[in-house]
Each structure stands twice: as C-alpha cells, then as structure tokens.
C-alpha cells in the first residue's frame, strides 16, 4: 500500500480509486481493488468496473458528463470544495487519475503513472489531458469530461487535507520513504487518535504531544536498545507528525498515557527491525558438569 507508482500500464484505474480511498481514511490495497474490479491486462479498468470496486467499500462512484470546459470545471471545483476525491479518465480515455484538492489555481492530482505520483496541474494543463474529442451523430466535434466523484456511504472518521505545501513536501526525493509507506503511519495513527472536530475538547495535536514527551521517548528507546540512530528515530515521528496533521488527527488527554506507550512501542518495534535486538532475558543453558 502507499502512495507509489503503478507498476504496470493497465493498472491505473485501482490505484487511482487507491488514492481516492485513502484520501477518505480507508485503507485498501491495489491488488484487492484490481481483484474485485476485474481488471485485466489487456483490457484495463472502466468506470463500471471501478463502481462495483467502490461499493465493495461502502462508496458510490458517481458518473457526470459535461460538454462545455467551464461548466466541467464548476462541476470539479464543486466536489472537491466538498472534500470528495474525484476519478477523471485522461489522455483520450486511457489514463484513470484521482483529483483531490485545488489550492491558489491549481489542482492537485495523484497520478500513478508519474513517478512521484502527487503531481501540481493548472487549469490549462488539466483541461488539456482531460477533454476527449468525440463525433456527434451528425458527424460534428463535441468535447466531453467526464468525472466520477467517490462518494462514501459511512460518516468519515477523517479525511486527508492535501495542501500545496503537503503535496511539494511529498513530491521531495528524500521523502519518498514516507509517501510509499503511508498507508502503514496512518493505520497506526488511528489506533491511537481521533479526528478533531468542531466539539473536540481536551485535545492536542501530534505536534504538542511530540514537544511533550518526544525527548523521553526517543531516550527511553535509545537506552534500553543500545545502537539506534536518533537521527533515524526522530524521522520516525516527525513522519507520524506530518500524517497525523494531514488528516486532523488529534490525541485526547484521557489517552495521553495511551499514546506515549503506543507510539513508545511503535519506535521500539522500529529500532529492533532496523537494527536488530538481541535475546533479553535468555535462559542460559545450564553449564555442563565435569
């Protein structure tokens, strides 16, 4: 899972819904969409197949035609105003791509055909891939966009806010470990937050809870393991602090205790994978008699 490049031409239609799922906190892989979708290699994914696959995870996949650029759009801006990721079929019909943000006159796009999948689109450029050129029944030119909002069925328990800046930060080469692993920090998040909301009182950021008691943790890790690399470490968080803060997710007081075990635990797990560990309170074998 995460957000990383297709590795294949055909498969862009269940990556693009991917995106669109995990845009709305619902973490899926490719392979479960391209297996429920029906997607084949020669074939690709269509719209219908696509629909079938979103219901298959409690979201309606809307289809709208518009003819005319400004009215196509209106229809976008209108959605994603919502905060609902939108599929747009590009280059003559045969690129499936998720939109989820416009920001300053641009448009911000997962593409998982581009190698560093969030990419930063303006109207022009957008237009350009989208429109399809079709022939109407009198044999006359007719443009079409065609758009297909991803619609949940359930109350979000949170929703990923794709900024500008966000998406400039991911695109980074150095931080293209964190983008491939994004589904992992977030499932993790999840276990220990909660989304903020108008009613949220007694909460803090991930960011406050780091200032709080981000030097105990990493010492507490670094003592008891011995060799982790704090530089590393502190990349562990500040990672959990830039998803967290994608997606609004917040840490009660009643959990504070909560998430510094859990989070403590997390690093813990980290450091022994990336390090190694050695047996903690082996039982020795017991010395032979002479």
């Not at 796009?109 to 022009?124: E, F, G, H, M």
């Not at 909002?149 to 979000?156: A, S």
């Not at 929703?159 to 993790?188: K, V």
């Not at 960011?207 to 990493?218: P, Q, S, T, V």
Request: charged share 25%; glycine share 6%.
């Amino acid at each position: 899972m995460g957000i990383y490049p297709q590795p294949n031409l055909w498969q862009c239609g269940p990556f693009a819904l991917k995106h669109a799922l995990v845009v709305l906190g619902v973490l899926q892989d490719e392979r479960s969409i391209t297996r429920i979708a029906g997607s084949h290699w020669w074939y690709g994914t269509d719209e219908l197949q696509l629909g079938r696959a979103a219901r298959r995870y409690d979201c309606d996949l809307l289809m709208i035609r518009r003819q005319d650029e400004a009215n196509a759009r209106r229809e976008l801006m209108k959605f994603l105003k919502r905060g609902l990721p939108v599929l747009l079929c590009v280059d003559d019909w045969s690129h499936w791509l998720t939109a989820v943000k416009f920001e300053q006159g641009k448009f911000i796009l997962l593409d998982s055909r581009n190698p560093k999948v969030l990419t930063i689109a303006s109207w022009p450029q957008l237009r350009r891939l989208w429109v399809y050129h079709d022939e109407d029944h009198d044999g006359s030119e007719v443009t079409l966009y065609d758009l297909h909002p991803v619609v949940p069925r359930f109350r979000r328990r949170t929703q990923a806010q794709f900024s500008l800046a966000r998406a400039q930060f991911l695109r980074r080469e150095s931080n293209r470990r964190l983008a491939e692993l994004w589904d992992e920090y977030l499932g993790d998040l999840l276990v220990l937050t909660r989304t903020r909301t108008p009613l949220s009182e007694r909460v803090f950021s991930l960011g406050e809870f780091f200032r709080r008691h981000a030097g105990m943790i990493l010492e507490q890790v670094d003592f008891w393991h011995g060799t982790t690399d704090r530089r590393l470490a502190r990349q562990i968080l500040d990672h959990l602090h830039f998803v967290a803060d994608t997606y609004g997710l917040v840490i009660h007081e009643e959990q504070e205790k909560r998430a510094i075990s859990g989070i403590t635990a997390i690093l813990t797990l980290w450091a022994a994978g990336e390090f190694g560990v050695s047996s903690v309170y082996a039982r020795r074998s017991p010395r032979s008699r002479t």
